[in-house]
Every structure is written in structure tokens, then in C-alpha cells.
Nanobody, 122 residues
């Protein structure tokens, strides 16, 4: 079965940096766009950034200039480099892969990871 697994979350001081990773595993043929979302306690899930299969990127206003999304297609992995972190960035970060074509999903399927917690102190 195809799965997405996030890693790299943790506790960091305001102004610090973290890099999140999300790897898709399974017999994957192709993935269209990939993205990152986040959800803070008591808040709705918020879109953070998206990267297309061709490498074009789009960011939410709250993270522009601070976060960078990238991907390694050979590894079916998407990354989120987070710099100048603020307490407001504290949330569970989820990755998403769109239109994943695999042996078990020949028509394409959108997949979500289970999330990784980022906590920014002070």
C-alpha cells in the first residue's frame, strides 16, 4: 500500500530553523503536485505550500520569504525548509501528494501523511 510519512518535526526556539521531509513509499508510478499543510490546536487546517511535478512553487502569505518547498522525484520525497520560525508556526504539519498513480491506485489518488509536530518556543 502507498503511504506518506513525515519526519523532521521537533522543538525549536523562535528564529530557528527546521527541515521537514515527507517520503512516499510503495509501488508508485507517478505523483503530480505535492504540498504541505498545517493545523494548530483549535484551528482549521491551513495550506502552507505546493510544488508541482515540474518544480513550480506557491506559498501561503504567512510563510512567504521564510519557508522553501522542494522535492526529489527520484525518491518520491518532498521537503519543507523552515527558517525564521515564529511561535505562530507551531502546528502539526501534514504533507499531501496529489494524483498518485500506483499499482493499487491506477487512476490516481490523493494521499495525506499522518503529520509531524513542530513547536516553536518563546
Amino acid at each position: 500500500q502507498v503511504q506518506l510519512v513525515e519526519s523532521g518535526g521537533g522543538l525549536v526556539q523562535a528564529g530557528g530553523s527546521l527541515r521537514l521531509s515527507c517520503a512516499a513509499s510503495g509501488s508508485i508510478f507517478s505523483i503530480d503536485s505535492m504540498g504541505w499543510y498545517r493545523q494548530a490546536p483549535g484551528k482549521q487546517r491551513e495550506w502552507v505550500a505546493t510544488i508541482t511535478s515540474g518544480g513550480s512553487t506557491v506559498y501561503g502569505d504567512s510563510v512567504k520569504g521564510r519557508f522553501t518547498i522542494s522535492r526529489d522525484n527520484a525518491k518520491n520525497t518532498v521537503y519543507l525548509q523552515m527558517n525564521s520560525l515564529k511561535p505562530e508556526d507551531t502546528a502539526v504539519y501534514f504533507c499531501k501528494a496529489n494524483r498518485v498513480v500506483a499499482a493499487t491506485a491506477p487512476f490516481g489518488m490523493d494521499l495525506w501523511g499522518k503529520g509531524t509536530l513542530v513547536t516553536v518556543s518563546s
